[in-house]
């Protein structure tokens, strides 16, 4: 029930993210005005705008115009809907369930943002850091110091990749690393790890395909990957923890 319920409330969300990754890099109000077709500004209904459903009934359509809807707009409702619902299966605790659900609704947006746009809204990472210590402080105050120490770990390991080599680094990459650690605690280091491999990874395939010298020149945001270890962290971040600090540290 309680998964069911965190799916719903994610696809709302969602709904709510796909207005976020649009207007907020345009610097445009969150708020007004209400949400309405791009191509004829007729405003949506409101049984048009059901989360993933209206989609699909309108044929990703607008009901006006017949101007074609991204199919993002339903993606972005079902993956956070699909986050979501996991985040309450896999944990059990009332901190670790608001932490990884606060994480997964900041993650998406500012992932999709630094992709389409190659910035970290401060908005965005600010946000977050506000939200994971008032939450960590009201429902798991004895956890707070490690995430302290994670986020200033996390975040000074990336500033220092920044200032070492300052065009495949920004400084939106440190503060969100800053706030990952803030929600994950010491499982932002696996996030980081599983981040920095996949970045390699696509790095090597871009390389293998244009050549060395036009795949260095091509730019690739380190936010998204920074999301998926996140993301890998909300579910068995703490997991592999225990299993290096078991195999390497005992």
Partial sequence: MEAT?????GAVFGSFLNVVVHRLPRHESLATPASHCPKCGTPVKPYDN????????????????????????????????????GAVLTHHSAAGIALSVALILLLVPAALIDLEHRIIPNRITALGAVLALALGLALDPAGEPERLIAATAGGGFLLLAALAYPGGMGMGDVKLAGMMGL???????????????????????VIARKGAQAGRK????????????????????HPLVDVYVNHFLH
């Fill in 5 to 9: 319920f965190a799916g719903v409330l």
């Fill in 50 to 85: 059901i989360p993933i459903l209206s989609w699909l009934l309108l044929r990703g359509h607008c009901r006006s115009c017949g101007a074609s809807i991204s199919a993002r707009y339903p993606l972005v409702e079902a993956l956070t809907a699909a986050l979501c619902a």
């Fill in 183 to 205: 929600f994950l605690g010491a499982a932002v280091a696996p996030a980081l790890l599983i981040a920095l491999l996949a970045g390699v990874a696509l790095g090597a395939v």
């Fill in 218 to 237: 091509t730019a690739i945001p380190f936010g998204p990957f920074l999301a998926l270890g996140a993301l890998c962290a909300v579910f068995v971040g």
